[in-house]
């Protein structure tokens, strides 16, 4: 195992603590001796799990685990007929240990850092990467320091990281301010960055790919629809879909779909544009604060994945990421945060726009849990009705409502 930068190709050995490429600057991949991993060796017969894939991941010895991964693939047929499509999946990746498909990341990330000899880890976050972080760093009993962007991650997440016991900072400037500062403190400071730009911690969230090819009983969808923010989620499942071509395990690769929310989109305009470069966001803004991020530090890859799939990206409004978290709770019952409804609301758009063929067979990917952002669902659904203790007043409020 070595890590390779994306550009220049110069290898490096895994030991080295390097989070970009010290002669281009280039993101690094984790890349492996595939012909002497021999996956079959696994149980491939036990529930799906991260570490059920262990020989593809890059830890040698006992992981940092809190039963993370092995999250269901749901099969939805009223969501499916609503938006117009045959087959439709969604993977909740909300019903991981802290709510978030970040787990994946994190049992992974912390495990290198206790091999590594790290004491302290950190990271910049709209939040779920500081949740992910705190509960991983106190079951390996570590230190972590979260950065978080003041007044602008939900309340369910900066909870989390302050009851595992993080050292939280809230700075006063946006996601892409406090990710430029955590890279600073990190080199100064010595701790262990587990921002997506750290290539190991992709390597658990390539899982969720091999979940999904798993769940389908070992096959593939058509397309995998993934919301995008950092970018580092969608490069990682598509790492994964590669990594079970070459060993045959599929065919075909998924057509990774990324989904952006208006406002916070620089990759869909690199896309839409045909470029190489993003033109960063100074001002990201949307509804959708997991995913309120400028300067996606896993553009390169993410446009990688998405062209090498023949797959696309779309622009959603918050308008329409409301209406899909509500489809998706009432017509499903899945409770998702606002980022994650992106995937389900780029679906419906790209199937009204006819780009998305109604025959075609999706996995829309939901990144986070619906009680990530309580003050969110307070303000987009109806309070609840207060009466007085009287059986009267229930049941006229109820058939005023029936009558509605
Ligand atoms: N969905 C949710 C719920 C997220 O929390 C994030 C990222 C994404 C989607 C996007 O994933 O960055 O890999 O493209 N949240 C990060 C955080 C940035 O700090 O929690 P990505």
């Not at 978030?100 to 910049?124: H, I, Y």
């Not at 071509?245 to 075909?252: G, P, S, T, V």
């Not at 952006?260 to 839409?272: L, M, S, T």
Request: charged share 25%; hydrophobic share 40%.
């Amino acid at each position: 195992m070595f890590l390779e930068c994306i550009e220049c190709k110069t290898q490096y050995p895994d030991s080295e603590i390097i989070y970009r490429c010290p002669r281009c600057g280039g993101l690094l991949d984790v890349i492996y001796d595939y012909s002497n991993i021999d996956i079959s060796a696994q149980n491939l017969k036990q529930p799906p799990s991260v570490w059920k894939y262990r020989a593809l991941l890059p830890i040698k010895g006992e992981p940092v685990s809190l039963y993370e991964g092995g999250t269901p693939l749901y099969e939805c047929g009223r969501l499916a007929d609503e938006v117009g499509i045959r087959k439709l999946y969604v993977k909740h990746e909300g019903l991981n240990p802290s709510g978030s498909f970040k787990d994946r990341g994190m049992t992974v990330g912390v495990s290198k850092a206790l091999e590594l000899g790290m004491q302290t880890v950190a990271c910049a976050s709209t939040g779920n990467t500081s949740a992910s972080l705190a509960i991983y760093a106190a079951k390996a009993g570590i230190s972590a320091v979260v950065l978080l962007p003041t007044g602008k991650v939900a309340m369910g997440k900066v909870a989390q990281a302050l009851m595992h016991g993080a050292r939280v900072i809230s700075i006063k400037g946006n996601f892409d301010d406090v990710f430029q500062l955590v890279q600073e403190l990190c080199d100064q400071e010595g701790f262990y960055l587990l921002n997506s730009v750290n290539p190991f911690r992709l390597e658990g969230q390539k899982t969720i790919g091999f979940e999904i090819v798993d769940q389908l009983n070992w096959g593939v969808s058509d397309r995998v629809v993934v919301p995008v923010g950092n970018a580092g989620n969608i490069s990682a499942i598509h790492k994964g879909f590669v990594e079970f071509q070459k060993f045959d395990i599929i065919d075909e690769i998924p057509k990774m779909t990324g989904i952006q929310a208006e406002g916070a989109a620089p990759i869909v305009d690199a896309f839409k544009r045909g470029v190489k470069d993003i033109v960063p966001e100074p001002n990201p803004e949307t509804i959708a604060t997991a995913i309120r991020i400028g300067d996606p530090v896993n553009a390169p890859k993410a446009l990688r994945a998405i062209r090498n799939s023949g797959g696309m990206a779309e622009v959603v409004s918050d308008g329409e990421i409301i209406r899909a978290q509500k489809d998706l709770a009432k017509l499903e019952g899945i409770g998702v945060e606002p980022a994650s409804a992106s995937s389900i609301a780029g679906l419906r758009k790209l199937v009204e726009q006819g780009i998305i063929d109604g025959d075609e067979c999706v996995v829309c990917v939901t990144t986070g849990h619906l009680l990530k952002d309580p003050e969110e669902i307070m303000r987009v659904c109806d309070k609840p009705i207060e009466v007085e203790a009287d059986i009267r007043a229930i049941k006229k409020v109820l058939s005023e409502r029936i009558s509605k």
